[in-house]
Every structure is written in structure tokens, then in C-alpha cells.
């Protein structure tokens, strides 16, 4: 297939698993919602808006984690960072989504729902 039909099919399978992991988070926050990309005012938002959290997904053959934390980090408006990734490779024992984000921010959050 062309590069153009890939990277379009590849879009939207992120988009659709946005939206998955945006229903995910309902549980927790109620509002949230898919992202859509970028303000008008030109600056991104989160994959997954209307939680506490910057939100990144990250859905394909072999994600790069770590890469998906570093846009996260640069793109965030404060909120701390979780990356949300989907390995869908056939090396993967199943399609699962595993979830990343910075200790500190991870310890912080723990303690203040301990309060």
C-alpha cells in the first residue's frame, strides 16, 4: 500500500483508540472526551482532554514509549503526563494497553488520594 493510504489508515486507528481510552477514563472523570489536536490559538492539546492529566496514546506495531513521554513532557500545559499505549504487534502475546508516566508525578498523585 502507498504511504498515504498507510499513514491514513494509521490516523485512524489512533483516533478510534483515543476515543477508547477517552471512554476508559469516564469511569474516572466523567467529561472526558477525545482531544482534537490543536487550538485554534495554534498550541496542542491532550489526546484526551477534560481530566487532571496530559494525556498521550500511543496505538501501533511496536510503540515507542519512551518517545510518546518525551512529546508529552514538551507538549503538557502543566498537568502531569500519562501515556497510554496500545502494542499491537505480532510479537505482542495480545493487543493491551499498558499505561506510562513520570515516578515523582506517579508518587505525588498516589499521595494525594491517600488524603
Known amino acids: 500500500m502507498g504511504g498515504a ?6 490516523r485512524r486507528k489512533g483516533a478510534a483508540h483515543e476515543r477508547k481510552v477517552a ?14 489536536g490543536q487550538t485554534r490559538s495554534g498550541s496542542e492539546v491532550a489526546d484526551v482532554e477534560n481530566t487532571p492529566l496530559w494525556v498521550e496514546v500511543k496505538v501501533g506495531k511496536l510503540p515507542n514509549p519512551r518517545a510518546a513521554m518525551d512529546q508529552a ?43
Open 5 to 10: 493510504l498507510m499513514g491514513s489508515r494509521s
Open 23 to 36: 471512554e476508559w477514563l469516564r469511569e474516572l472523570w466523567p467529561e472526558a472526551a477525545r482531544g482534537l
Open 73 to 115: 513532557e514538551l507538549a503538557t500545559d502543566g498537568r502531569p503526563v500519562l501515556v497510554v499505549v496500545r502494542d499491537n504487534g505480532a510479537g505482542a502475546r495480545a493487543p493491551r494497553d499498558f499505561v506510562a508516566m513520570p515516578l515523582d508525578d506517579f508518587i505525588r498523585l498516589i499521595k494525594e488520594e491517600r488524603r
